[in-house]
C-alpha cells in the first residue's frame, strides 16, 4: 500500500522558514521521481520542485528559485523542501508526489494530503 505523509509546515512570518518532510513507503522510492506542489486558495495547483533519483537533477520553479531546496535521503525513504526567506505568497497548501517507474510511458502517480503554510505577520 503505498503512503506519502507530509509534515512540517505551519504559521510563519515572512522572512522565516520551514522544512517540510515527506516520508514514503509502498514502493521502490530509490527509483522513483519525487516533487513537491503546492496549491493557494483560488488558484490550480502547481509544481514547486523536483528532483529525480539519487544522483538526478533537481529543478526548482522560477517563484521559488534562490529560497526553495528540494533533496532526498533514500536511507529513510524521505523528501525534503527546504523553504527560506518566505513570502505570503507562498501560503499554500504543500502536496508531495511520487513517479514511482517514471521512465516508462504510463505509469502511476501518487499523492500525499498535504500539509498547509501559512506566511503572514
Known amino acids: 500500500q503505498v503512503q506519502l505523509v507530509e509534515s512540517g509546515g505551519g504559521s510563519v512570518q515572512p522572512g522565516g522558514s520551514l522544512r517540510l518532510s515527506c516520508v514514503a513507503s509502498g514502493f521502490s522510492f530509490r527509483s522513483a521521481a519525487m516533487g513537491w506542489y503546492r496549491q493557494a486558495p483560488g488558484k490550480e495547483r502547481e509544481l514547486v520542485a523536483s528532483?529525480?533519483?539519487?544522483?538526478?537533477?533537481?529543478s526548482v520553479a522560477d517563484s521559488v528559485k534562490g529560497r526553495f531546496a528540494i533533496s532526498r535521503d533514500n536511507s529513510k525513504n524521505t523528501v525534503y523542501l527546504q523553504m527560506d526567506n518566505l513570502k505570503p505568497e507562498d501560503t499554500a497548501v504543500y502536496y508531495c508526489?511520487?513517479?514511482?517507474?517514471?521512465?516508462?510511458?504510463?505509469?502511476?502517480?501518487?499523492w500525499g494530503q498535504g500539509t498547509q503554510v501559512t506566511v503572514s505577520s
Open positions: 508526489k511520487a513517479d514511482p517507474k517514471f521512465w516508462e510511458t504510463v505509469h502511476n502517480s501518487y
Open positions: 528532483i529525480i533519483t539519487t544522483d538526478g537533477p533537481t
